[in-house]
């Protein structure tokens, strides 16, 4: 019996694993590569949010905002006022806005008219007399 053959097949074996053990390396390199990167860009995030949080904090207190008008008529309603000289009732800005004089529109167009009040965009000068506010 010849030992060459085994010895070729263990030859085989070997530059396989070699080149299956090169390429792992290879595949190292580049993983630790890019986790250092990773990890790079992890620190910049941190020091990011830290220096956020900071500036936040100096800012000074601001007042919040008051809401912005939802309702489609709003803006609407809000050009009336704009051109207004003088206080208006719910049945004036109903008939400004072109819509039929019924009960249902003219307490709809109230209604709309207390909810810019709560947003603090109108004022109730006198119970059912709204102005814009100043």
């Known amino acids: 019996m010849s030992i060459q053959p085994l010895l070729d097949a263990l030859g085989i074996q ?21 986790l250092r990167e990773a990890e790079t860009h992890l620190e910049h995030l941190a020091i990011t949010r ?6 936040v ?24 006022f704009n051109e207004a000289t003088d206080s208006l009732r719910a049945r004036e800005v109903c008939e ?16 709309k008219l207390k909810r810019l009040v709560e947003l603090d965009v109108l004022t109730e000068v006198d119970a059912g007399s709204f102005t814009r506010k100043q």
Do not use: M
Request: aromatic share 0%; proline share 9%.
């Open 14 to 34: 070997e530059d396989a694993a070699r080149a299956l053990a090169d390429d792992l390396r290879t595949q190292i390199t580049e993983l630790q590569g890019r």
């Open 50 to 55: 830290k220096t956020v949080t900071v500036l």
């Open 57 to 80: 904090d100096r800012l000074p207190a601001q007042t919040s905002a008051p809401d912005r008008p939802e309702h489609p008529d709003h803006p609407r309603i809000l050009t009336v």
């Open 96 to 111: 400004a806005l072109g819509h039929e004089l019924l009960p249902k529109n003219i307490e709809g167009t109230r209604a």
